[in-house]
């Protein structure tokens, strides 16, 4: 069974507009670290932003914020005032408890976002 | 920038033939991890290391062998490359003094073709 779920292979969204990409996860493990990475067209893997399960706010870094709801397992990424500059491609990943496990992130498929001038 | 380099950045291969790509870091990470990305599959973990000389496999680990004889090096290795192995890879570390979050840095991948 897929851990990490993206649903949306692609979206757009206008320049300066707020957009939200999805992001579904399913684990038993009640303690779990949830990240999402940007990948621009050079390729590189950028990190944005990170909740903890136990965290009680939302994580929020700049423009970035994690719309974490725990009970639907859902850490949505939400960028506002939009920048041609955030076309890329954005994963979320999940990383379960576990020194045994090596702190391994499970990524979902990625979402690719094309901001429109 | 986490000192992640990693060489070469693109190989073009035959099948069968043996091929090791290295990922090297400069600051002294316990933890580095090979993944491979895939259209369609994001990132999927191959190898991991916890230390020199402790590797573990990864959820796609079949057909790769990893080493690590020293702290800066993280060696993974097709013993005989096949067509399915095209993909892009990338060399991760697990910054435990970065932030509270342990997050993994990324270097800037190699490109492999297997034909």
């Known amino acids: 069974a897929q851990k990490i779920t993206q649903t949306q292979p692609g979206m757009f969204v206008q320049e300066k507009e707020a957009v939200t990409l999805d992001c579904t996860y399913d684990?038993?493990?009640?303690?779990?670290?949830l990240f999402w990475y940007k990948q621009p067209s050079s390729g590189e893997m950028i990190f944005l932003i990170y909740?903890?399960?136990?965290?009680?706010q939302n994580a929020t870094e700049g423009r970035y914020s994690l719309n974490f709801q725990k009970a639907r397992k859902s850490a949505n990424l939400v960028i506002s005032a939009s920048q041609l500059g955030d076309s890329a491609m954005y994963f979320c990943?999940?990383?379960?408890?576990?020194?045994?496990?090596?702190?391994?992130?499970?990524f979902g498929e990625g979402t690719q976002l094309t901001v429109n001038p | 920038d986490a000192g992640i380099t990693q060489s070469p950045r693109h190989k073009v291969t035959e099948t069968g033939t043996p091929v090791t790509l290295r990922c090297h870091q400069t600051?002294?990470?316990?933890?580095m991890y090979w993944y491979r990305q895939d259209p369609g599959h994001g990132l999927r973990l191959i190898h991991y290391?916890?230390?020199?000389?402790?590797?573990d496999k990864g959820e796609v680990s079949d057909g790769y062998s990893v080493s690590r004889s020293k702290t800066e090096d993280f060696l993974l290795t097709l013993e005989s490359a096949t067509s399915s192995q095209t993909s892009v890879y990338f060399c991760?570390?697990?910054?435990?003094?970065?932030?509270?979050?342990?997050?993994?840095?990324f270097g800037p991948g190699t490109r492999l073709t297997v034909l």
């Open positions: 909740q903890g399960s136990y965290d009680q």
């Open positions: 990943a999940m990383r379960e408890r576990g020194e045994t496990s090596g702190s391994r992130l499970t």
């Open positions: 290391s916890y230390g020199v000389k402790d590797t």
């Open positions: 600051e002294n990470h316990r933890y």
């Open positions: 684990t038993s493990d009640p303690s779990y670290g």
């Open positions: 991760a570390i697990r910054d435990l003094r970065a932030s509270s979050y342990n997050e993994q840095f």
